[in-house]
């Protein structure tokens, strides 16, 4: 079946990069994603990577992509306070492609 | 704006009551889905719509939930006879093709 894992909790301070990671089974997936989710609200795309892509740069974000180690990371360079929220990632696969989530990576950003 | 209005923002529902949500998505979008995410997880798919067909359900998905789209447009969820494991934030998404998914900001749900 289909598995995404994360870290719980990163900690980084202010004007430092954060680097979030995120492992998966499929290897069929055909896309993945990087959602933010702040306290109370919905999911907030952030930035997907198609699967014959090895990295994608928009503005403060890098995601890098290992498909043959099944690894994608999330860098969020020059990270401010608003960063601070739960970071998921998600994979796409099958016909429906609908998608699965990982638990979630809570962003503290100190000052 | 995310493109999708999900109402009520909350709803605080006595055991064994039935409720309904629904999402609104602002234009039209072939897919809907529906997700629901507890406390300290990710959210989880229970199922999703191509236009006004219901094409999957997941088997966290029981007898007690039904979802409808009845023109293609606006899509319902309800939950009868509510316990208190329901409890959780309810998520609508939209997608066109390939593209990713847009969620609504939710319906928290609260079984006392």
């Known amino acids: 079946g289909e598995d995404v894992e994360q870290s719980l909790f990163l900690s980084v301070r202010e004007g430092d990069s954060s680097v979030i990671n995120c492992t998966y089974t499929d290897s069929s997936s055909t896309y993945l994603y990087w959602y933010k989710q702040e306290p109370g609200a919905g999911l907030q795309l952030l930035t997907y990577i198609f699967s014959n892509m090895d990295m994608k740069q928009d503005q403060r974000l890098t995601v890098l992509l290992n498909k043959k180690d099944k690894h994608l990371s999330l860098r969020i360079a020059d990270t401010q306070t608003g960063d601070s929220a739960i970071y998921f990632c998600?994979?796409?696969?099958?016909?429906?492609?609908?998608?699965?989530f990982g638990t979630g990576t809570r962003l503290q950003v100190t000052l | 704006d995310t493109g999708v209005s999900q109402n009520p923002r909350h709803k605080i529902t006595k055991r064994g009551q039935n409720v309904t949500f629904r999402c609104d998505p602002i234009s039209e979008h072939n897919r809907l889905y529906w997700y629901r995410q507890t406390l300290g997880q990710g959210p989880e798919f229970l199922t999703y719509?191509?236009?006004?067909?219901?094409?999957?359900k997941s088997r966290l998905l029981s007898d007690r939930f039904s979802a409808e789209r009845p023109k293609g447009s606006f899509s319902t969820l309800e939950i009868q006879r509510t316990e208190q494991g329901d409890s959780a934030m309810y998520l609508c998404?939209?997608?066109?093709?390939?593209?990713?998914?847009?969620f609504g900001n939710g319906t928290r749900l609260t079984v006392t």
């Open positions: 719509f191509q236009n006004e067909a219901q094409l999957e």
């Open positions: 998404a939209i997608r066109d093709g390939n593209s990713p998914l847009h």
């Open positions: 998600a994979e796409t696969y099958g016909t429906a492609s609908k998608l699965t």
